[in-house]
């Protein structure tokens, strides 16, 4: 069974800003049931007690039981900002929802379980904004794909560790001029729906990895993969590199000219990335900076276009 986009994105709507339906939300070391806490704080469902995450006085966020009484809210606090920690749940409860069954509860080991999966593929890895909206743009990146998001500064998330610290899902874009959305737990966030900042980037402390499911991708045709497969010379200006394409929608490039049409990539590829056909046209992710490249048909060979304005040709060697 594939990945069922819609459902994880309908399950992510309803539970955006309260616990999820297995009754417990997670911290940074340790996990909160519900219903225990329904008992401590004497928050029965039946009088109308209702978790939720909300924004708290500093711009944080909190964890409550609250009631509508008149026309305001009472509430009584489950936890603080401090300690909250339950974005990979949330998102594990998401997917697992759409099909993609996953069940972590730290922010590394969620990513590295994405990047793991055989239906995932990592378009960009630790990108900057700029490289992460350029692919958002090419419409290859859908509502129900995943953000990790890896601090880079030192006063950034949990003392400035350098390491996966967040994770988000895609929700889309509100219209075409949009950016695009995500959601999340801890800030609790939904596309369009949030007191809290929810376009995808979320702030400048991060670099961010793009994590693609490809379930429904429509197949490249096979004339196409066929004609890319085997190497390509690319000029561009002064520059020169060397293709290797492979039909299963992978590409690797080098400054090394081959010799053969026998001869496979030597040594490490200078770069890798994906390519996808949308109609006439090919589409590659390069998966170190998030260079989005575009090849149009030009007679024997193909013209490219690189990140929407430095444009080159594309001859096949072999």
């Known amino acids: 069974m594939g990945y069922d986009r819609d459902k994880a994105i309908q399950y992510a709507e309803k539970y955006w800003d309260r616990p999820c339906d297995d009754g417990v939300f997670w911290l940074s070391n340790d996990v909160v049931n519900v219903a225990q806490k329904r008992k401590e704080l004497k928050a029965p469902e039946a009088e109308g007690w209702e978790p939720r995450f909300v924004k708290d006085i500093n711009g ?17 606090q489950i936890q603080p900002w401090e300690g909250l920690a339950d974005c990979a749940h949330y998102l594990s409860r998401c997917l697992t929802t759409g099909g993609a069954a996953v069940n972590e509860r730290g922010v590394s080991s969620l990513v590295n379980t994405l990047q793991g999966r055989s239906d995932t593929k990592t378009l960009v890895e630790k990108a900057t904004k700029a490289g992460g909206q350029r692919i958002i743009d090419t419409g290859i990146f859908k509502k129900g794909d995943m953000f990790g998001y890896f601090n880079t500064s030192d006063q950034g998330d949990y003392g400035g560790a350098k390491r996966y610290t967040h994770s988000t899902m895609f929700t889309g874009k509100l219209d075409a001029k949009d950016v695009g959305r995500v959601t999340c737990h801890t800030k609790s966030r939904f596309g369009g729906k949030s007191e809290h900042f929810d376009e995808w980037w979320l702030n400048t402390d991060y670099a961010y990895t793009l994590i693609h499911f490809t379930s429904d991708d429509s197949p490249p045709d096979p004339a196409m993969a066929a004609r890319l497969a085997g190497w390509w010379k690319l000029t561009y200006g002064a520059t020169t590199e060397y293709y290797y394409i492979l039909k299963d929608g992978r590409a690797r490039y080098t400054l090394t000219a081959p010799k053969s049409k026998n001869e496979l990539m030597q040594g490490a590829a200078t770069g890798t990335a994906y390519w996808f056909q949308q109609l006439d046209k090919v589409t590659f992710i390069w998966r170190k900076t998030g260079t989005v490249e575009v090849w149009s048909r030009n007679g024997d060979g193909f013209g490219s276009t690189i990140n929407g304005s430095t444009t080159g040709k594309a001859v096949k060697l072999f």
């Open 60 to 76: 944080a966020e909190e964890a409550v039981f609250r009631r509508k009484v008149g026309s305001h809210f009472e509430q009584r």
